[in-house]
């Protein structure tokens, strides 16, 4: 069985105030053109379909077509909600559009139960498992202890009593210990969110998202990526489409297929004449997305509306310089966007008590912290 693996659309997503809407439009036909030239049985879709969990209608329509576009093709579409998308939205007529083949995770209550499909060497069940806090697994579990994340996914998925002499396929939204961040992906705190990939033993394969950076974790448990760039730190990142295949006993064998974006996202680094001079400007596509770094040591006066006459897409300015450098040794600019809310606690606590927080205290903070991300979430 062919698979193609998708993952983090952020549909209706801005980036820096501007609108990534057409370029979503574009990469979604990229990913039908995959789709088109690798024929595959079936697309998963692993999470974060939106990028706000009451998504605006554009969104909403660009999703549509592009389900319209799969089930005209006659594929199979398993998807669940992920951090950002609302369960109850996403799992919105599910019942109905199964028939159509085109299956969401339900908003969890307490079980799971599997998507079955054939192939030709027997039955690949899927479970769909939307994105879980502790706090929603806890109450249907009362026996169980249930302290993190990890505990958490256990229990659900020990829970489903998997019948492991078929091939199982679990596609689910979450932070694997181990994967590497993006800037654009939302960060818990002290790493609380993280799940041990021990827990997803006994699966043939592990589609996962909420990881934006394509990565393994195991060569089974895989994060595909989002199709486009949504952080300037993901710049170097080449973008693909995960096509999975499985074999009989659970043979399993993974490819990408790059993708190509409408506009890329591009760090430019060098002073106003060299970025301005036409030698420059001429060999770069001035309509991608654009980071200027000037490394000028006067300020460039206007320099945003003078550098989008040539690069109409800036999204970002700042300088690198003497000004800049020695300002930031002395203020530390920008260092407490690095820190978790815990550690920033726990140096306002050292500066005012004269001592750190013990571990039992720390304990405590991150346990009220985490409480208070679920009540916004």
């Known amino acids: 069985m062919k698979l193609v693996h998708l993952s983090d659309l952020h549909l209706g997503k801005r980036l820096n105030e501007f609108s990534l809407v057409e370029d979503q439009a574009y990469i979604l036909e990229e990913c039908l053109r995959v789709i088109d030239a690798e024929r595959p049985d079936a697309v998963l879709l692993a999470g974060d379909l939106y990028d706000k969990s009451v998504p605006s209608a554009e969104a909403v329509v660009l999703f549509d077509s592009f389900l319209v576009g799969l089930v005209q093709r006659g594929l199979q579409v398993l998807a669940v909600s992920g951090n950002h998308d609302s369960a109850e939205r996403i799992s919105f007529a599910s019942r109905i559009l199964d028939a159509n083949g085109v299956h969401f995770s339900r908003v969890f209550a307490g079980t799971v139960e599997p998507v079955i499909l054939q192939d030709s060497f027997g039955e690949v ?51 694997v210990t181990g994967a590497v961040r993006s800037e654009s992906e939302e960060v818990s705190v002290g790493g609380a969110d993280n799940v041990d990939a021990s827990v997803f033993e006994g699966f043939v394969y592990v589609a996962l998202g909420h990881i934006h950076g394509p990565q393994n974790i195991t060569g089974r448990i895989r994060y595909c990526g989002t199709p486009l760039k949504y952080s300037f730190s993901e710049a170097r990142q080449q973008k693909s489409v995960t096509v999975v295949e499985l074999g009989a006993k659970g043979e399993l064998s993974l490819r990408t297929v790059p993708l190509i974006p409408k506009r890329d996202l591009c760090e430019l680094r060098g002073t106003y004449m060299e970025l301005t001079s036409k030698a420059d400007y001429d060999k770069r596509n001035r309509e991608d997305y654009m980071h200027i770094t000037l490394t000028d040591e006067e300020d460039i006066p206007d320099a945003v509306s003078r550098l989008r006459l040539i690069y109409p897409n800036l999204m970002k300015l700042d300088y690198d310089n003497t000004r800049t450098r020695t300002r930031g040794a002395i203020d530390g600019a920008g260092e407490p966007e690095r820190k978790t809310p815990l550690q920033l606690f726990g140096e306002l606590y050292e500066k005012q008590n004269g001592a750190v927080l013990s571990a039992e205290q720390e304990a405590f903070c991150t346990g009220l912290l985490e409480r208070i991300r679920e009540v916004d979430a």
């Open 125 to 175: 069940r899927f479970w769909l498992l939307p994105f879980l806090k502790p706090a929603l697994v806890r109450p249907h579990y009362p026996d169980a202890e249930i302290t993190d994340y990890t505990a958490a996914y256990r229990a659900v998925i020990e829970s489903m009593q998997m019948d492991r002499s078929v091939r199982n396929v679990l596609v689910a939204h979450a932070f």
